[in-house]
């Protein structure tokens, strides 16, 4: 509860003074009684956790950076596997194939999932002193009109653009391909945004989810890279 209740502190749509006080005093009575039980209860240690892709068209469809393009034969679900097919035709990969391997053409660091201050506060430090792959374009779109503010004020857009990201105004951008920011037939997006469905980012665009941090990675060396090597 504290670490979250640090986190609102002062936000600027957080309770002040006597009504901050109020609403922890509230808030902290919003917890399980100490006798329940729970039907089943799950410990995850996030630090064991590989930085995951996706490399079909559906969230589901993860792999580990380290891992390869699972291969359809060997599910035993009917409708799994025929998923899978129409997932890997989709985005022109074939069963078992490195995920570092994929090359990539575009980088989309934002939408409301992962365009949060703290995320480019992220990628901008694994990004300094470091310049984009030739073969691929990259953009910034930070996640509200408040976010841009406080990161232009601490200069990250300075090593984004620096680094050759291109640096652009709030909104959803290529999150679902609103305007001019979509992707061409066939071109391939590590992207931070939340959803990687046929066509999302543009007709026939394809798209791998990932998190700052391993967009950052992607840009760095053109492919889909695991970002605990830089």
């Known amino acids: 509860m504290k670490k979250t209740f640090d986190y609102l502190k002062n936000k600027s749509m957080s309770p002040k003074g006597e009504n901050w006080?109020?609403?922890?005093?509230?808030?902290?009575?919003?917890?399980?009684?100490?006798?329940?039980?729970?039907?089943?209860?799950?410990?995850?240690?996030g630090q064991d956790i590989e930085p995951l892709v996706t490399w079909g068209t559906s969230p589901q469809d993860v792999s580990p950076v380290t891992g390869i393009v699972p291969d359809p034969e060997k599910e035993k679900n009917e409708d799994r596997k025929m998923a899978m097919k129409r997932s890997l035709e989709y985005m022109g990969l074939k069963a078992n194939t490195k995920i570092s391997d994929i090359k990539i053409d575009k980088i989309f660091i934002g939408s409301c999932t992962n365009g949060r201050i703290e995320d480019l506060r992220l990628a901008a430090e694994l990004l300094k002193g470091k310049k984009?792959?030739?073969?691929?374009?990259?953009?910034?779109?930070?996640?509200?009109?408040?976010?841009?503010?406080?990161?232009?004020?601490?200069g990250l857009d300075k090593i984004f653009k620096e680094a050759g990201f291109e640096w652009r105004e709030p909104g959803c951008s290529m999150c679902l391909g609103m305007n001019p920011d979509q992707l061409k037939p066939k071109e391939r997006c590590a992207s931070t945004s939340n959803r990687n469905f046929e066509g999302r980012q543009g007709r026939g665009g394809r798209t791998h989810l990932v998190s700052p941090g391993m967009a950052i990675a992607a840009a760095i060396n053109g492919h889909l890279t695991d970002v605990r090597d830089i």
């Open 132 to 154: 984009i792959a030739n073969n691929v374009s990259a953009m910034v779109v930070p996640g509200s009109g408040l976010v841009k503010e406080q990161a232009e004020k601490e």
């Open 21 to 45: 006080l109020k609403a922890v005093k509230f808030w902290e009575t919003l917890h399980s009684d100490k006798e329940c039980k729970f039907d089943k209860e799950i410990n995850i240690d």
